[in-house]
């Protein structure tokens, strides 16, 4: 078995186990990386929504040349008027959500996180994680 070095990485000179916490704080931590790591990936989402929906309206921008071209200047003048500069939800662009999301509420949610894990573990990330490796890599060890 190849010997893994565990002092690689950020925080690598500071074992979980070194910071004494309860397990309801280790938990709660663990929860709150957690929280932190689905919010990221639900602002990814909305971010891929903001670029689907900035393709579609990409097409119905060539459709309303084409209706038009077509000789459907009503249907053309509706798209123009009414559905291309009209917001995805309650009147706002999807670039407004994204800002929105990002600036109101992630940023605030990251720094929430990152203060908790501040004052409970010394700024020290996956604390649960750091705890399994080891523990892992000493059964490995032992078993050897």
């Known amino acids: ?25 280790r938990t709660a931590l663990h929860n709150l990386q957690l929280s932190i790591e689905h919010m990221h990936r639900a602002y990814g989402t909305l971010l891929e929504f903001h670029h689907e ?28 008027d009414d559905l291309l500069p009209a917001g995805a939800i309650s009147d706002q662009w999807t670039f407004e959500l994204v800002e929105e999301f990002s600036s109101e509420f992630l940023d605030e949610v990251d720094a929430f996180e990152e203060s908790v894990r501040d004052e409970l573990a010394d700024g020290v990330d996956h604390v649960t994680e750091r705890r399994q490796k080891r523990q892992l890599r000493e059964r490995a060890e032992r078993d050897e």
């Open 53 to 80: 929906l900035g393709h579609a309206m990409d097409h119905m921008s060539d459709a309303e040349d084409h209706l038009r071209t077509a000789d459907h200047e009503g249907w053309a003048n509706e798209l123009r």
């Open 1 to 25: 078995m190849t010997d893994i070095d565990s002092n690689v990485g950020p925080d690598a000179d500071v074992e979980s186990d070194d910071l004494e916490l309860s397990d309801s704080e």
